[in-house]
């Protein structure tokens, strides 16, 4: 599906502040997948997320995507195949525009032309797929989206994205922005359509327990580099405390994330 | 003197409905529109003086306008030069070819012409009274434009575009390349600016280089006093009819200044100080119109 070859990330390179952001990174996400990553502050996480989604490009290495190297591709184009989700729920929509407007932009990915396709057939469609959030949101298609909370606009920005059909979504820490009770509904809306809609995913989070709980792989990641990989009854097995363990056997220290530690 | 408000306001609304394209859509402070203002006024006299169809002079300058606005987002885009910058460095280089399309000269008049405003008056003189056909010409083309923008901004691709200047990152996640919008955005908007130079240059009866000083204050004056003094809105028809009364309503505070201002021994001169001063003015007001709005909702909460 989505292939990393020995790709590195340099940030400002050859000055006083460089940054070896990513190092020598090899991954292979295979069809299906649905891989959770796990890592303290400045580990890689996001960087790796936006060498996938094209926002930077590598300093070394290549990307494939189905065996078409896309390296180079801009991140708009990738966007027809990648969908992303960020950790800011206002990212995702448009705050001035109404409902159904925000689902018919989302709705089909590309350049669009001078059509109106928002119509009763289209609004319709909406309001059923609408209805599977359990959020009322079919009520409210006509109001601004700065009516919503932050939770809503997540739950709502996932519904969309996985309309789109996407090969391969990455979730960037999207529940950490809400509260504890609508990033609970939504980290559940986030299984529920994966396995669903058999959607090979990415998923960034800070919490442990969600990392082993989710997903049938599980990356570890620390200062650029992919230090653990786990997958299949191995990562059934797997508790808060032997990761603790494995990651302090791997790197001579504690795993120093408080946050992780904590939210059990 | 009401009816000269109205058309002058009018003339100039469809500016302003550019500026606010840039300004309050797209969220690109366009600076192109004193350069492609004159443009406009440029081309059409120049398609007068050579004959052509009045409607056809129109289209020319129309397009001159959206090639003017294309070359901004070109710089801006390619070159990734700031927007602002951009747009200074396009109206420069109009101000030297508004001079050549005006054959070396800065002002050109077009009072003895036939011009397609003259046409229209000639038309309709018997029909209409001769004191109300500039004004209802100019309402029915106001209007039309107006609409058009409106449906413009409800198909899918307007709607991008409204998107994009809340949200640039939803757009590029939408797999869509937000220069091609802006693009599109910029030129629409200086099209329109161009028109309004068009029609100012058969309403004054000449073209000059120096008829877009300032216009892009005006415009947004012009926007910022239509969404002061009507209700806030995110329905594009509300928004482009408040453009339209702002522009009235700006052009009736400067004629106000321009015949009565010798009262307080103020000039033409002062005119551009007043401009600022209102927009500073309006900026002030909103500031304190949202603070109030948050402080109520605080206790609301409370």
Known sequence: ?264 | MIEGILVEGLIYGIMVLGVFITFRVLDFPDLTVDGSFPLGAALMVQGILMGLNGWLALLIAFIGGVIAGIITALIHNQLKVPNLLAGILTMTMLYSINIRILGNRANVPVLDQKTLLSDISGRLSGIVPDDYIQLLFFVVVALVIKLLIDLFFRTDLGMTIGAMGNNEQMIVSQGINPKTLKTIGLGLSNGLVAVSGAFAAQYLGFADVGLGQGIIISGLASVMIGEFLIMKSNRIGVLTLCALAGSILFHAVMYVGRYYGYVIQMTPNDLNLIKGLLIIVLLVLTQSKKLKMATFKAMVQK
């Open chain 1, 1 to 264: 599906m989505i292939a990393i070859k020995n790709a590195s990330v340099i940030f400002n390179q050859s000055t006083i502040n460089e940054n070896q952001a990513l190092r020598d990174i090899n991954l292979n996400v295979k069809e299906g997948d649905f891989i959770t990553i796990i890592g303290s502050n400045g580990a890689g996480k996001s960087t790796l997320f936006n060498l996938i989604a094209g926002t930077i490009i590598p300093t070394v290495g290549s990307i494939h995507a189905n065996g078409r190297n896309i390296t180079r591709e801009p991140e708009f184009k990738r966007a027809g195949y990648i969908g992303r989700i960020f950790q800011n729920p206002l990212l995702g929509t448009a705050s001035n525009m109404s409902l159904e407007d925000n689902m018919m932009i989302t709705y089909r990915k590309g350049f669009k032309w001078l059509k109106r396709s928002l119509n009763n057939k289209m609004r319709e469609y909406f309001r059923s797929e609408l209805i599977q959030l359990k959020m009322g949101l079919e009520q409210r298609m006509k109001e601004n989206l700065v009516m919503f909370s932050g939770g809503q606009r997540q739950a709502l920005t996932l519904l969309m994205m996985v309309l789109s059909k996407p090969s391969l979504i990455l979730l960037d820490e999207h529940t950490a922005a809400l509260d504890p009770k609508n990033a609970e509904i939504v980290l559940e809306l986030t299984d529920k359509f994966i396995t669903e809609y058999k959607l090979t995913s990415m998923m960034i989070t800070h919490n442990m327990s969600h990392a082993i709980e989710y997903g049938n792989r599980l990356l570890m990641m620390d200062q650029g580099e992919i230090i653990f990989d786990v997958s299949g009854d191995a990562k059934k097995e797997l508790t808060v405390e032997k990761l603790i363990e494995k990651f302090h056997e791997l790197r001579h220290r504690g795993f120093e994330n408080d946050r992780a530690l904590l939210s059990e």
